[in-house]
């Protein structure tokens, strides 16, 4: 039997999103976000959702860019870091002593350490109550060439971290179960 637990801010996984930025001054900075994913598959897009009160919000509006990383398990103190301290007080990179990169796209920076990246134009803002979600078109993926076979990023190499909000914890991705669009046709008569 199910138990109601009320309306929160709670699905599995989520991810764990750092969002590449820079200032007014053009001084990279990162922020981590869980409240994301993939919105739209043609543009390909993606979205993060943050506070006004982030230094990231602002950086977002004024450069119309931002990067995701995914950072791999190797990473999950950097990581959580990235969401505990502010850019507007901290060098994130220089503290946490991770590489800025500047894309070649858009004009925001990833985190070199970390294996998969998104470059992404914003496209769109919409406000939601206390987050404004941002849809960025994604305008190249890079992942680390060891983690790619047949032009596909393989997760068991890449080691993203999840996040589970209703714990506030973070944890590696599990086991293969099967191949999508496949392992259901077993069901199908």
Same mark, same amino acid.
């Given at each position: ?6 309306a929160?801010? &709670?699905?599995h996984?989520t991810?764990?999103f750092?969002? $590449?930025? /820079? ?8 922020m981590? #976000? #869980?409240? $994301?994913?993939?919105?739209c598959?043609d ?10 009160a982030t +230094?990231? +919000?602002?950086?977002?509006? $004024?450069? %119309?860019?931002?990067?995701v990383? !995914?950072?791999?398990e190797?990473y999950?103190?950097? #990581?959580d +870091?990235?969401g505990?301290?502010? $850019?507007?007080?901290? @060098?994130?990179?220089? *503290?946490s002593?991770?590489?800025?990169? %500047?894309?070649e796209?858009v004009?925001?920076? /990833?985190?070199?350490?970390?294996p998969?990246?998104l470059e ?16 960025? =078109?994604?305008?190249? &993926?890079?992942?680390?060439? @060891?983690?790619?076979?047949? @032009?596909a990023?393989?997760? =068991? %190499? !890449?080691?993203?971290?999840?996040y *589970?909000?209703d714990?506030?914890? /973070? /944890?590696g ?5 099967? %191949? #999508?669009?496949? !392992?259901?046709?077993?069901i199908?008569?």
């Amino acid at each position: 039997m199910k138990k109601s637990i009320g309306a929160r801010t &709670i699905v599995h996984p989520t991810p764990v999103f750092v969002v $590449g930025t /820079y200032d007014e001054e053009g001084k990279p900075n990162v922020m981590t #976000a #869980a409240w $994301g994913g993939i919105c739209c598959s043609d543009p390909p897009c993606v979205s993060v959702s943050l506070r006004e009160a982030t +230094y990231t +919000y602002h950086n977002i509006l $004024g450069r %119309k860019a931002f990067t995701v990383s !995914i950072p791999s398990e190797e990473y999950v103190k950097e #990581a959580d +870091y990235f969401g505990i301290v502010s $850019g507007r007080n901290v @060098d994130k990179f220089s *503290s946490s002593g991770l590489t800025p990169v %500047k894309s070649e796209l858009v004009n925001a920076p /990833y985190v070199n350490e970390f294996p998969f990246v998104l470059e992404c134009e914003l496209l769109q803002s919409v406000g939601i109550g206390l987050h404004t979600q941002f849809i960025g =078109e994604i305008r190249d &993926i890079k992942v680390e060439s @060891d983690m790619i076979m047949d @032009d596909a990023s393989l997760i =068991e %190499k !890449i080691k993203p971290i999840i996040y *589970s909000p209703d714990s506030l914890s /973070y /944890y590696g991705v599990g086991e293969y179960l099967g %191949k #999508a669009f496949s !392992i259901g046709k077993e069901i199908k008569k």
